[in-house]
């Protein structure tokens, strides 16, 4: 167990609409990444939040977006669901330093149809 | 920009035989270097990571791997495999600094392990 929780695991919707993957991380962790991982793309870094702060963009959707609330949960939002979003959606952190080792959570699986 | 290379799709080994997974990595500076495997419908778990110092590092599970900065290199070993190695394994790079996408770790396309009796 990694320390980091994500939920849903499995989330099964329909284009167009839109959803919410929500994780906490490790106790005491300020950095929180999200990653996307599919058969096509691999694993791609989407964004990450420092203590409530939007840290680094990757290949993020406009149509995707992302916070960290003050008790450094965090939510990521996909609107507009497209069939090719359908992946498995990781959750990671870390303290802060690039040293550090960044732990990820299960996943939340998305299947989009 | 960084990147990693995992050359191998695959890699077959029989139990007992010595394994090694291949990494090569490209980042400005010098990097953090991990490797994660990721077992069916599970989550990536961290097996080891080299920052500085003894090129040899050792990890979970009886895994090691050596980096090799000449060649930029970090290739995952371990002496004798077992069948619950079978996974898929990421070779992931960060480099160091704590601004921007400097922060961030960039993985391979993963290599898949099985390992057969």
Redesign the interface.
Known sequence: D?G?TQTPKHLITATGQRVTLRCSPRSGDL?V?WYQQSLDQ??Q?LI?YYNGEE????NILERFSAQQFPDLHSELNLSSLELGDSALY?C?SSP????N???????SWLTVV | AQSVAQPEDQVNVAEGNPLTVKCTYSVSGNPYLFWYVQYPNRGLQFLLKYITGDNLVKGSYGFEAEFNKSQTSFHLKKPSALVSDSALYFCAVRGRGNTGTASKLTFGTGTRLQVTL
């Open positions: 990694s980091v950095s990444y691999g694993l870094f990450q840290r680094a963009k990757g990781f990671a802060l330093g690039t040293g080792t960044i732990y990820f959570g299960e996943g």
